[in-house]
């Protein structure tokens, strides 16, 4: 519901739907109303990190998983990775690191068919300036029914991975420090092999609608939200891409390696967090570059952009056409990210069709230890980017130390600069529009931001846009949501 | 001297010995009773009474009665249900009992109790106590949060291995299971292979870095509910998550 009020000069923007929690975003204008910043702020919840004070380090990976209701098992991966090495046991057996791989392409595949079908498309088919009436998730489900099984069933495929794997859909714990607790059986196995092809010519028949949508629109997409940036992201040793395990590479807007192959144990040699008074959310940037030019994006986008190639067929295929479009150079479009995205889709399809044909994936040897450490990072490549876990355990074998930055945090320069640009290019006068409103609202929606994790904090959040000048003075507001105010 | 005597519980008339308490005689008969304190070879002490049945229409703790001929026993009526489910619920509050990230999730007592009677959120405010975690010892950690008081602990050091690890100190809403030493049980004679490391109901006293070994399906409780062990006719499960 849009609300706007226009007392004298004030004009605001809430909440923005179809985002994964909550958030308010403030663009500020110079005395010729011109636009200067925009300001996405999130009520940041440091309470975690308090809360695992003390705890016993096994228990992280099952724990961590209270921080966020919609992305839990990339905590619990990147938890128990660091937690392999608490206990020397990184070098997993090859049943443990495919039964790994399997639940994070699984909640990969979920979570990216989740938030192409549900809360991108709408936009996508009916156009930014359709009435958010049709506009939704109902609105796709009536007009292209199939689209919308499509979504259902793909998130519940790799639901049930999650299941298989894990223990249970959500606050699972089958990975645990230096292995797994389980292995996939014969008949487990069969039974995701059975509806697997129609998952793979779906995530294909997503990638095609993507990649067109994308080609169609070109003229309306170049500039829409775009601007250059550094990309990070983790490669396999070859710069393969590889979105469980690996080493960090940097590269700038032309593509060139600002670092490659850090072992991310390090990762505090060359990423810093910089804290803004306005934002409770920090901002992370490449230290060599300073906090003026060193943020970087990270997720899809940054992903497709800076590996190397990608290690299965169909998927590489895709991300050379994606880089054909700027001939061979990282792509600067905010909207890009969704035809990445349902590249990573398909790579994901295709790694769990590998995976369940490979009979490690039945074998019993499930846990290795080796050396005791007492401090530890495990990163994992997220479907939102890379999610960084940090933590220091005492000779006790409990948590002294956790800091944790979340995808979104490492989005959060570039959503600033995207609805930045969106603002610039929107805004007439100084009034909120409903067209600016919902192209804030598609702009942020491009990075699939989880500001429920970023915040650490649960369940919904509502988004307010509001216009300021230079004094700070309100000028405009305009809510959209559940809750306009 | 042992004589055997007939007792009935809810209208079943069961053979029962006069050394034998209520629990015991309905356990060889294979009737349940719940209980979280109780257990076998150690003394009962009666401190968590969810074991209460009604003797003859009173309520009588069953772990620490004993029999005695023609005894009228129920054990399974509306108001005992509601009597022990408000007992668990208590239970709950009291601490700080977050089952989602317990590894003893599946294992536990209390939850498989909670369970069995059908407990979903406790009626009562939570109290979140401030309780500690005593992890000095290099094998067995000591999560206060999860302490019910069974008192098990303090008992089984005693009869089963001939040490005197545990003792309550304090009272009422600061009484916790203290150890004998003064900077926690990494200083006591207590061993991981103790039998008093394994008596624990809750997630209270752990073995060290083997939590969530036991995948989510292969847990004691997942397969069927608490109580089934001694029930000639189990329940149905409803599964424990
Ligand atoms: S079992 Fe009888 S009082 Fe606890
Ligand atoms: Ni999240």
Redesign the pocket.
């Known amino acids: 519901m849009a609300n706007v009020a226009t007392n004298g000069k004030r004009i605001v923007i809430s909440p923005v739907t179809r985002v994964e929690g909550h958030g308010k975003v403030t663009i500020l204008l110079d005395d010729d109303n011109k636009v200067t910043q925009a300001r996405l702020h999130i009520v940041e919840f440091r309470g975690f990190e308090r809360f695992v004070q003390g705890r016993p380090f096994w228990e992280i990976p099952v724990l961590v998983q209270r921080l966020c209701g919609i992305c839990p098992v990339s905590h619990h991966l990147a938890a128990a990775k660091a937690m392999d090495r608490i206990v020397g046991g990184e070098k997993l057996t090859p049943t443990a690191e495919k039964i790994r791989r399997l639940m994070h392409y699984g909640q990969t595949l979920q979570s990216h068919a989740l938030h192409f079908f549900h809360l991108v498309s709408p936009d996508l088919l009916f156009g930014f300036d359709a009435d958010p009436e049709i506009r939704n998730v109902i609105g796709v489900a009536r007009k292209f029914p199939e689209l919308a099984v499509q979504g259902v069933m793909m998130r519940k495929y790799g639901q049930e991975l999650i299941k298989a794997t894990a223990g249970k859909k959500i606050h699972g714990t089958g990975a645990i420090p230096g292995g797994v607790n389980k292995n996939l059986s014969i008949e487990e196995r069969d039974g995701f092999l059975k509806d697997l092809p129609q998952i793979v010519q779906w995530a294909r028949s997503a990638l095609k609608l993507a990649k067109e949508y994308t080609s169609e629109h070109l003229k309306e997409l170049a500039d829409f939200g775009t601007f250059e940036s550094n990309h990070l992201c983790l490669v396999g040793p070859s710069g393969e891409l590889d979105l469980y395990h690996g080493n960090l590479r940097a590269i700038d807007a032309g593509g060139k390696t600002i670092f490659d192959q850090v072992d991310y144990q390090n990762y505090i040699d060359y990423i810093a967090e910089e804290v803004k008074s306005w934002s409770y959310m920090k901002f992370p940037f490449i230290k060599s570059l300073g906090p003026e030019n060193g943020w970087y994006r990270v997720g899809p986008l940054a992903r497709i952009n800076a590996c190397t190639f990608i290690d299965t067929p169909e998927a590489e295929a895709a991300r050379q056409e994606f880089k054909a479009l700027t001939g061979g150079k990282p792509n600067a479009m905010t909207m890009a990210y969704h035809w990445a995205r349902m590249i990573e889709l398909l790579h994901a399809a295709e790694k769990i069709q590998t995976l369940l044909h490979d009979p490690d994936l039945q074998g019993t040897d499930l846990v290795v230890k080796g050396e005791r450490r007492y401090e530890t990072v495990g990163l994992v490549e997220a479907p939102r980017g890379t999610l960084f876990h940090h933590y220091e355990v005492n000779e006790h074998d409990q948590v002294t130390r956790c800091n944790l930055i979340v995808s979104t945090t490492n989005n959060n320069t570039p959503m600033n600069r995207a609805v930045e640009k969106v603002a610039r290019d929107y805004l007439s006068g100084t009034t909120i529009t409903e067209g600016l409103l919902n192209r804030v609202e598609v702009a942020i929606r491009a990075y699939d931001p989880c500001l429920s994790c970023a915040t650490h904090a649960m369940g919904q959040m509502p988004l307010a846009v509001e216009l300021r000048d230079r004094r700070g003075e309100l000028l405009d507001r305009r809510a959209k949501g559940v809750d306009a105010r | 001297m042992t004589d055997s005597i007939t007792i009935s519980i809810d209208g079943v008339e069961i053979p029962a010995e006069t050394h034998h308490t209520i629990?015991e005689a309905a356990d060889k008969a294979g009737i349940y009773i719940p209980?979280?304190?109780?257990y076998p070879g150690l003394k009962?002490?009666?401190?968590?009474?969810?074991?209460?049945v009604l003797v003859n229409g009173r309520p009588q703790?069953?772990?620490?009665t004993p029999v005695m001929k023609g005894m009228v026993i129920q054990n399974e009526t509306p108001e005992l249900k509601r009597l022990r489910s408000n007992l668990i619920e208590m239970l709950f509050v009291e601490g700080n009992h977050y089952c989602m990230f317990c590894e003893k999730s599946g294992n536990c007592e209390l939850q498989g109790m909670a369970y069995r009677l059908g407990i979903k959120t406790p009626h009562f405010p939570y109290l979140e106590p401030k309780r500690e975690i005593d992890a000095t010892h290099p094998d067995v950690l000591i999560d206060h949060n999860r302490c019910i008081f069974?008192g098990r602990c303090i008992q089984a050091s005693k009869t089963f291995d001939g040490k005197n690890v545990f003792q309550y100190i304090g009272r009422t809403r600061n009484k916790k299971v203290g150890v004998n030493a003064d900077d926690g049980l990494g200083e006591t004679d207590f061993a991981a292979t103790d039998r008093a490391a394994q008596v624990c109901p809750v997630g209270a006293i752990l073995k060290k870095r083997v939590g969530f070994k036991i995948p989510i399906g292969k847990r004691i409780y997942d397969r069927s509910p608490i109580g089934s062990e001694i029930e000639v006719q189990p329940k149905d499960a409803g599964s424990a998550q």
Not at chain 2, 35 to 38: D, F, V, W
Not at chain 2, 44 to 52: E, F, Q
Not at chain 2, 61 to 64: E, F, I, L, R
């Open positions: 629990l209980r979280l304190c109780a009962p002490n009666g401190s968590c009474r969810v074991c209460t703790t069953a772990c620490t069974c």
